[in-house]
Nanobody, 124 residues
Framework: QVVLVESGGGLVQAGGSLRLSCAASGRTFSSYAMGWFRQAPGKEREFVAAISRRGASTVHADSVKGRFTISRDNAKNTVYLQMNSLKPEDTAVYYC?????????????????WGQGTQVSVSS
């Protein structure tokens, strides 16, 4: 069992930055590929970024590439999402996710554990 708890969401103006954190319980954190997803009102949950078990490899959605960066610290059982140059269309609930699948294959259907989500709102 892995429990994921996100933090760091909030309200920010367009062009601003936020850093999301996701703290994981348990001693098996490094066994999981980790990812971030988001869901805007009335839309399906979508992939944002993923990182390999040791943190050596990452992948980002085209919509956030160059603006968002995923990272992890296995010693702290934490995964991060640094979000820069935020846009109003980034407004959504952001979810942390853990999966036994390869990081490059993460999707909403192969997640083993989800966090409860944290709201990010970007004003224009």
């Amino acid at each position: 069992q892995v429990v994921l708890v996100e933090s760091g969401g909030g309200l920010v103006q367009a062009g601003g930055s936020l850093r999301l954190s996701c703290a994981a319980s348990g001693r098996t954190f490094s066994s999981y590929a980790m990812g971030w997803f988001r869901q805007a009102p009335g839309k399906e949950r979508e992939f944002v970024a993923a990182i390999s078990r040791r943190g050596a490899s990452t992948v980002h959605a085209d919509s956030v590439k160059g603006r968002f960066t995923i990272s992890r610290d296995n010693a702290k059982n934490t995964v991060y999402l640094q979000m820069n140059s935020l846009k109003p269309e980034d407004t959504a609930v952001y979810y942390c996710a853990a999966s036994m699948e390869a990081y490059s294959q993460l999707g909403t259907r192969n997640i083993d554990y989800w966090g409860q989500g944290t709201q990010v709102s970007v004003s224009s």
